[in-house]
């Protein structure tokens, strides 16, 4: 495109040249002897030369720009994502974004190793409880085996179960008080850090706004200091404040996913301990009854 745009210059050259120089010509033989032809053709032969060469500078210049547009549009496009985050990202500055990237990272932290534990903490309630039933009607009430099953099974409803089940001897009213208190334990370890991972929720959007209010206040300082409202001036400060709001809304979107998830499970797995701490209590009544 660029060499076409050259050709097409040099032969718009040549042209008005030609054109120039046959003017020229007429102009020559329509003078009278009494004038000198020679200066006033060479007068309007630099005329048309330096017309030319303005509008052949225009040609390149226009040219020139459009290349440089169509080239820089191409890099944009030509972007990946990661290209494009890291990008606004320094635009953003270093200060504010730094801030809001430390709390992605350890809200992030905090809600894998949440996700992790909770995963882990999940029991299978239906053949637990089959288990120790069995195991209390094949050994007339003995609890001792049944605690020997709870104490190899992972999860805070096994974990109940052995508490429950260590102060059987002691009656049921005993049984329903230990359950409910080492109930609160459990609850408390499922719902550990996530306090933490709330904080960076409403920590990070809070991050952005200020720095878009520190980027206002330099935009305005800017057009302060240069006396005038130029656009250049003040996109610049109005963008780099714009991006820290933009990333810490982005930080506040991920991290209330992973907030939302893990509260849902910590609350399935509390109902799962309630309804089984309901059926424990439920066997050793029926067990206690065979005696």
């Known amino acids: 495109m660029k060499n076409k745009i050259i050709i097409f210059g040099i032969a718009s050259v040549l042209v008005m040249l030609s ?25 309007l032969d630099d005329s048309s030369i330096e017309d030319v060469e303005s509008d052949t500078e225009l040609d390149d210049s226009e040219s020139l720009s459009k290349t440089n547009r169509a080239s820089s549009q191409d890099d944009k496009e030509n972007q990946t994502f990661h290209q494009i985050l890291k990008t606004k990202f320094i635009e953003g500055g270093a200060g504010f974004m730094g801030i809001v990237l430390i709390s992605l990272i350890l809200g992030l932290a905090v809600a894998i190793e949440r996700i992790i534990y909770l995963n882990m903490a ?23 085996q049944a605690k020997e099953i709870c104490r190899n099974t992972k999860g805070p409803v096994a974990s109940i179960f052995y508490q429950g089940l260590d102060r059987a001897d002691e009656g049921i009213e005993m049984v329903e008080k230990s359950v409910i208190s080492y109930g609160g334990v459990q609850m408390g370890l499922l719902e550990k850090n996530i306090s933490w991972l709330s904080l960076f929720i409403s920590l990070a959007p809070m991050l952005g706004f200020m720095g878009t209010v520190i980027g206002m206040i330099s935009a305005f300082d800017a057009i302060e200091a ?46 799962k301990m309630e309804d089984a701490s309901i059926s424990l209590i439920d066997i050793l009544i029926k067990h206690e009854t065979k005696k």
């Open 226 to 271: 240069e006396g005038d409202i130029s656009p250049s001036l003040v996109a610049g400060g109005i963008k780099q404040a714009l991006l820290t709001t933009v990333f810490g809304l982005i930080v506040a979107i991920i991290l209330q996913i992973f907030y939302n998830y893990i509260i849902s499970k910590v609350d399935s797995i509390v109902n």
């Open 122 to 144: 999940t029991t299978n309630t239906r053949k637990l409880i089959s288990s120790i039933d069995k195991s209390l009607g094949d050994n007339n009430g003995n609890v001792q």
């Open 19 to 43: 054109v120039s120089v046959s003017i020229a010509d007429e102009i020559n033989l329509q003078k009278s002897p009494n004038e000198n032809p020679i200066t006033d053709t060479e007068q």
